[in-house]
């Protein structure tokens, strides 16, 4: 099955710098990428995806890119805020039928003001 | 346009009673999906349903546990006899297509069993 991982599991940034948040996957055949942000308490919150066909998708500060040969994706988030502090997830979903996602442990991004 | 709707939003429970954890998805998704999660860990998949049907429960343990998706109704997410190790947080998530893009989770069901 999909293995999907997350590195590194903590990251502290400076407010104003740029995070940069580094997945890999296992199953070539995986082929949506999202990202979600949780916070203490709360569920998961869907920031951006990515889908196979595509290489990048930005949404304002926040932008995904997407390395299908090496079978890797990454979150940037520049200029970085105290509320951009949570817990990021990547997950991916494999093709077909199969509509699970499988998740990566999370990162803790900590943005010191 | 209410998101997904899980409840209760802490349940406690001593060990050997039932826990059901309720799932409403959102207004015109008929897909639903729920997940687990360990303190400091992603979620794990747990099982798919579509309405009246389970289409993967892969992730489910064999034992214990079960999930139904009623034609009328919310999603249920049912443990018998818990143990201490089923304490977590259970998120349930629900999408619009088949393909499961844009999944919504809602704010989880935190179960503790002393």
């Known amino acids: 099955g999909e293995n999907v991982e997350q590195h590194p599991s903590t990251l502290s940034v400076q407010e104003g710098d740029s995070a940069v948040i580094k997945c890999t996957y296992s199953?070539?055949?995986?082929?949506?990428f999202p990202w979600y942000k949780q916070e203490l308490g709360k569920g998961p919150q869907l920031i951006i995806d990515?889908?196979?066909?595509?290489g990048e998708k930005k949404d304002q500060r926040i932008a995904v890119t997407l390395n299908k040969t090496a079978k890797h994706f990454s979150l940037h988030i520049t200029e970085t805020q105290p509320e951009d502090s949570a817990v990021y997830f990547c997950?991916?979903?494999?093709?077909?039928?199969?509509?699970?996602?499988?998740f990566g442990k999370g990162i803790t991004l900590s943005v010191r003001p | 346009n209410a998101g997904v709707m899980q409840n209760p939003r802490h349940l406690v429970r001593r060990r050997g009673q039932e826990a059901r954890l309720r799932c409403s998805p959102m207004?015109?998704?008929?897909?639903v999906y729920w997940y687990r999660q360990l303190p400091e860990e992603g979620l794990k998949f747990m099982v798919y349903?579509?309405?009246?049907?389970?289409?993967?429960e892969s992730g489910m343990p064999k034992e214990r546990f079960s999930a139904e998706f009623p034609k009328e109704g919310p999603s249920i997410l049912r443990i018998q006899q818990v143990v201490r190790g089923d304490s977590a947080a259970y998120f349930c998530?629900?999408?619009?297509?088949?393909?499961?893009?844009?999944?919504?989770f809602g704010s989880g069901t935190r179960l503790t069993v002393v």
């Open positions: 207004k015109g998704h008929s897909h």
């Open positions: 998530a629900s999408s619009p297509t088949t393909q499961g893009y844009g999944y919504t």
């Open positions: 199953d070539s055949a995986s082929n949506y």
């Open positions: 997950a991916a979903m494999g093709g077909g039928a199969n509509s699970k996602l499988t």
């Open positions: 990515i889908r196979s066909n595509v």
């Open positions: 349903l579509q309405k009246e049907n389970i289409i993967d």
